[in-house]
């Protein structure tokens, strides 16, 4: 076949010939150079508020259903890096707990017609179809949280969660099972507000491992531990008598953690 | 200055211009349509053998180190997949306990000249040098492993590792952490031979946490499990009075490991 060819000639323009290399070459260009094609960070952030362990979702602009944060990574950056990164624009903070979980694929063929149709065609690269996901969790201040990308956010109860894209919802279920698994050595503190009771650090344990603990033994164990300072104030507006509120000595906390805190 | 092309031409053969053309696309294709670009699993595969804790490493066919084994994924299967399809082939066992612990990335600007020059040119997917590595690890049944693959295996000690490729130092690391973070939920005695003594089981659990256990408590903890059977048989040719094989009930052994394995 390729013989035939040589003798024969095609005329084209210089706009035309750049044209069809230059879209392949701008095609390669975009799938080598800048981010890892196929790979995306996916990340679930657990926030506690009103009792409630929940999670940060959003909609971006043009998509119309509800997600995880996520983002590329580029090719010259740590994919905890991007991890970091995508948190810091999402969500306002730099100082989260960040943890790699689990890293999840999305087999072509496999693709539900909605995601291939609402994201294939896009621009957006946090929107692009991906087929690895590496997901990671963050533990987030839920008051401190301000979006810093454009979108609809929402924090939503895991157990009232809305219908979400890809497999967001493995995501978030492997997420728990995960913090479970890891929680005597991490800092699910973070997850309260920088003064808060007893009780509140208590019914966090309880949402997490979905399970009731006797209120004297938990606080006797929480006291246990010296990275627990009780402070002058009380809380305000609860229901049964003000409880006293506490806050908590991050580098006793870091220490405490390193030998695991058991319940 | 795309105006100043229009009015001219450009003369190619028709071979030159599929050759032009078709390299892109070729190169396209490679990329995109087989193997997911820029990600591999590499497998750190752990024996027992010798009460010594092993890794499997191997050298490929024009290589000129080590590393461990490792392969692509392709776009249309789930990452487990790929994991275990490359474990069958670098073992030839199909039945191996595997476990994904961890990703990790490679930035292309932190690469190695060694790496680059190595592994860019080649075109064995096995070798070629990737941004995210998926790793896993496998316990492996040391007598039973026959290498299906081209190339030069070794078992090696952990604490006697030559020059590796890529990262695969810091994989092995990691491996072992997470081996010990998950022990008590870990079937790790798929790494022992089908008959084995409880000193060889102690010795196991000695080298993975790196500590020595009372014999005589390590084994009544042992016994105090259903999972171990006496057999009648007693190992010959060890130094002292021949010791008692045992064998494992692995239905028992995998509800035991539900709850965990304490020791």
Not at 226 to 250: A, C, M, R, V, W
Request: some cysteine.
């Amino acid at each position: 076949m390729r013989k035939n060819y040589a003798n024969k000639c095609v005329f084209l323009t210089l706009t035309d010939y750049f044209r069809i290399t230059g879209r392949m070459t701008q095609k390669l260009h975009r799938q080598q150079q800048v981010f890892i094609n196929d790979v995306s960070v996916d990340c679930v952030m657990f926030g506690f508020h009103d009792y409630q362990l929940k999670v940060l979702l959003l909609k971006w602009p043009g998509a119309n259903a509800w997600s995880l944060p996520r983002g590329p990574v580029r090719r010259t950056e740590v994919i905890m890096d991007a991890a970091v990164g995508m948190l810091h624009t999402t969500t306002g903070l730099d100082d989260v707990f960040v943890q790699q979980f689990q890293t999840f694929s999305r087999p072509s063929d496999r693709w539900t017609e909605t995601s291939k149709n609402e994201f294939s065609a896009t621009a957006n690269p946090h929107l692009a179809a991906s087929l690895i996901a590496v997901g990671f969790y963050a533990l987030v201040d839920f008051e401190r949280v301000r979006p810093r990308v454009q979108g609809t956010f929402q924090w939503s109860e895991i157990a009232d969660l809305p219908d979400l894209l890809f497999d967001h919802h493995d995501l978030i279920e492997s997420a728990l099972l995960a913090l479970r698994k890891d929680l005597r050595y991490l800092p699910i503190a973070k997850l309260l507000p920088s003064k808060f009771t007893l009780r509140e650090m208590q019914k966090l344990y309880e949402t997490i491992l979905n399970r009731a603990f006797d209120r004297r033994n938990f606080h006797k164990l929480l006291m246990s531990y010296d990275f627990l300072t009780k402070l002058p104030e009380k809380k305000t507006g609860s229901q049964n008598k003000s409880p006293h509120l506490y806050t908590i000595d991050f580098d006793k906390y870091e220490s405490a953690l390193q030998d695991g805190i058991s319940y």
